[in-house]
Structures are given as C-alpha cells and as structure tokens.
C-alpha cells in the first residue's frame, strides 16, 4: 500500500506560482511512478505531468509544458509540482497518485495509477 497526501494548494493571480507537494509513505519509492492530474470544473481529469522515481525522467502534458516542473525528494519520499505563470485554464483539483511501474508506457493514463491522494484545490484569478 502506499498512502500519499498532498500540500499546497490555495488562491493565485494569473501570473503567479504555487508549489504542490505529495507526501508518500507505505512502500519503496524506487519501484513507483508518480503522476499529478486535475480536474478542472465540468470536465474530466486529466494528465499534468509524471516522474519515474528510479529514473528522474519526467513528462508533462503539452498545456504545462515550460510552466510546470516536477521533481522528487528522495530522502522525504515527497514529490513536488512547481507551478509558474499560472491561468485561468489552470484552476482545478489536483491530485498526485502513484503506480508500481517504472516504465513509461501508458503513463498518462489515469486508470494505470492505483494510488491517489486526497487532491488540492488550485484556483488562478484573472
């Protein structure tokens, strides 16, 4: 089992930066992928972005790219979302969740994550 919680959340003007953190705990980081996702409001969930733990090799969804930055601490089995000039379009709920993989097949694929925190809201004011 791993269980994660996440940090970090809150109200921001467009333009500006938050930082997310997951903190896990249950298992051996090394054998896990973690991803965040959000759901905005009416719409579905969806990919942000991915690290492979034993790795260090992260993805990101095209709409963060070069505004998002995800990144892990080993040694606090936390993993974070460094997020800068942020938008409107940004505001949702974001969640980290985790899977056994360290392949990069499928990851943004939410159905393929078996642990989920509990989520943060995220809102961005224009």
């Known amino acids: 089992q791993v269980q994660l919680v996440e940090s970090g959340g809150g109200l921001v003007q467009a333009g500006g930066s938050l930082r997310l953190s997951c903190a896990g705990s249950?298992?051996?980081?090394?054998?896990?992928?973690m991803g965040w996702f959000r759901q905005p409001p009416g719409k579905e969930r969806e990919f942000v972005a991915a690290i492979i733990w034993f790795r260090g090799v992260t993805y990101y969804a095209d709409s963060v790219k070069g505004r998002f930055t995800i990144s892990r601490d080993n040694a606090k089995n936390t993993v974070y979302l460094q997020m800068n000039s942020l938008e409107p379009d940004d505001t949702a709920v974001y969640s980290c969740a985790a899977r056994r993989s360290r392949g990069g097949l499928r990851i943004t694929n939410a159905d393929e994550y078996s642990y989920w925190g509990q989520g943060t809201q995220v809102t961005v004011s224009s």
């Open positions: 249950g298992r051996t980081f090394s054998d896990l992928t």
